[in-house]
């Protein structure tokens, strides 16, 4: 873990997020990234009359300084190495292109959640990257408050043993010095007890095969069940006091019912601890 990439649009929900980075930053030893996206307005009669040129010189002028002010302000307050960048794409394309030009290792972004039925922006923005990215991206929720994590919980139900994403949890769980809980999820209304003795079964040996594989001894498993996942997973972490959910994603034929990429976003609007969502291989 090398670098970060936080965009931000300076709102409470992003700088939540720059906290975060900055507090990992510390523990990891890592360079940091700011990014804001920037769409360019454009249209003929204002072009042609200048009013738009002069209108995106000036907010571009006034991105440029809020960004220098925040390395500053982090420079001084916490000796970590932060560079800036201001894109004129559209925030999917911007980050995609930060993220190769730098080798970015993570993207850390905050989530504003729900609020009745209609997504705040920043939060459907956010989701909107997961499953899209070609590294991990955490999504710190709104109100959420650094702490060192020390105990993290991978939700799976595919039991995935490609190395790139099984490497990248138990590095950085060795990084926080935290411990890892991996678990599995029956679904009590809709699945047959076959399944659930299925899962109980893979799930014990899936402990197995990560405790020999990465050599982590202090890891348990856990066999989850309930009639809605989001739910069942959510009073779990209350109730073990866990610091990180993690889930793997993938584009397409995400795990063709529980664990698809609209519940993994779902996921990013109602989580209260942060959620490290890791593209699949």
């Not at 360019?40 to 440029?64: H, P, Q, R, T």
């Not at 020390?150 to 139900?157: C, D, H, P």
């Not at 006091?241 to 993690?246: K, Q």
Request: with cysteine; charged share 25%; aromatic share 12%.
């Amino acid at each position: 873990m090398k670098k970060i990439l936080v965009p931000t649009d300076f709102s409470e929900t992003a700088s939540n997020a720059v906290e975060f980075a900055l507090n990992t930053a510390k523990v990891f030893k890592c360079k940091i990234t700011l990014l804001h996206s920037y769409e360019v307005s454009s249209g003929f009669s204002s072009d042609y009359y200048g009013a738009n040129k002069e209108f995106n010189l000036l907010m571009l002028s006034d991105i440029e300084k809020k960004l220098d002010d925040e390395r500053k302000r982090i420079k001084d307050n916490y000796n970590i190495e932060v560079d800036t960048y201001i894109s004129t794409y559209p925030l999917k394309e911007a980050i995609a292109k930060v993220v190769e030009e730098k080798g970015i290792d993570l993207i850390v972004m905050g989530t504003l959640g729900e609020s009745g039925i209609v997504e705040k922006i920043w939060g459907s923005r956010t989701s909107g990257l997961i499953g899209s990215t070609k590294v991990p991206v955490m999504v710190i929720p709104h109100d959420y408050k650094w702490k060192k994590p020390s105990k993290v919980l991978f939700a799976t139900n595919q039991f995935r043993k490609e190395p790139k994403a099984l490497n990248y949890i138990f590095e950085l769980a060795g990084l926080y010095m935290a411990n890892v809980q991996v678990s599995v999820f029956t679904d009590s209304d809709d699945q047959t007890a076959e399944t659930y003795l299925e899962n109980k079964r893979n799930i014990a040996e899936y402990e197995d095969f990560l405790k020999n594989n990465f050599y982590e001894k202090t890891l348990t498993s856990a066999h989850l069940t309930g009639a809605d996942f989001e739910e069942t997973i959510q009073e779990y972490i209350k109730e073990n006091n866990f610091d990180i959910l993690v889930m793997v994603t993938q584009q397409a034929g995400f795990w063709r019912r529980l664990f698809n990429p609209s519940m993994t976003r779902r996921m990013s609007y109602n989580t209260e601890i942060p959620l490290l969502a890791i593209p699949a291989e």
